[in-house]
């Protein structure tokens, strides 16, 4: 990873992560062994303390070692690379109050199919009180799930979701929250998948002691989907104790 510091105003980057998976067909795999380059850059130029705007491209290469043809619930293993270009903004209303837009276009380029492209864009705005804070998020482009318990490959994207937090006491936190994502898969063979995930989650959190909290929280996630089979309704009650360990600072 690169970056530039020149003056209080530019400031490009470069980042180039790789990865590559080898799966053991002995144990089940169904995957084949892949090798997946990625490279960012952006540039972002600071107006002011307050506003910047960034310009990013994303580079994102998925090489198998063989090509597979999709099964009834697998993807479609095939080497593709991704061209993603944005343009955002970013401003600092008051000391609690921030906003950040961006939008852009991707493309997938394909070796033995037809190209694909959307649109891609990110919204976020956020409020801080004294004893209150909300955010709300959204977002749309192209995502992939791989090395995952559920390896669907490459997928258009939708979401939403909204965090509200209260502090009535100094000791007590709580807070709410909910979301929305759609999902469109497809790389399937017999038929194509969307799904429509929804939930929230509800929680409490109370400083028992200067060195321990307590923790309660329930969590509701529903998945819609036009593969029936793949439906489902969780629901989850977590309870929790963490304990803090606190030093006084050393001198060297």
Do not use: C
Request: no cysteine; aromatic share 16%.
């Amino acid at each position: 990873r690169m970056e530039s510091t020149s003056n209080i105003h530019n400031r490009p980057s470069l980042d180039s992560p790789n990865d590559r998976a080898d799966f053991d067909e002995s144990k089940g795999a169904v995957s084949d062994d892949y090798q997946h380059y990625l490279g960012n850059a952006t540039y972002t130029y600071r107006f002011s303390p307050r506003t910047q705007t960034f310009l990013a491209y994303t580079f994102d290469s998925f090489d198998y070692d063989d090509n597979i043809r999709a099964g009834p619930t697998q993807p479609t293993q095939e080497d593709y690379v991704v061209h993603s270009g944005s343009l955002g903004l970013s401003h600092q209303f008051t000391r609690n109050t921030s906003a950040l837009i961006s939008g852009g276009y991707w493309l997938q380029d394909r070796d033995h199919a037809d190209n694909r492209e959307g649109f891609q864009g990110t919204v976020n705005f956020t409020q801080t009180l004294e004893k209150l804070s909300f955010a709300l998020d959204g977002s749309t482009g192209y995502r992939q799930q791989f090395l995952e318990a559920e390896n669907f490959g490459f997928s258009k994207y939708y979401s939403a979701s909204a965090t509200l937090s209260y502090q009535p006491m100094e000791k007590l936190t709580t807070s709410i929250s909910g979301f929305y994502s759609r999902d469109e898969y497809e790389e399937r063979v017999i038929e194509d998948r969307n799904d429509d995930t929804w939930g929230g989650n509800a929680g409490l959190n109370y400083l028992l002691l200067p060195w321990l909290s307590a923790s309660l929280s329930y969590d509701y996630r529903q998945r819609d989907s036009s593969v029936s089979t793949e439906e489902y309704t969780d629901n989850r009650v977590t309870f929790s104790l963490v304990a803090f360990y606190l030093s006084e600072a050393k001198s060297f």
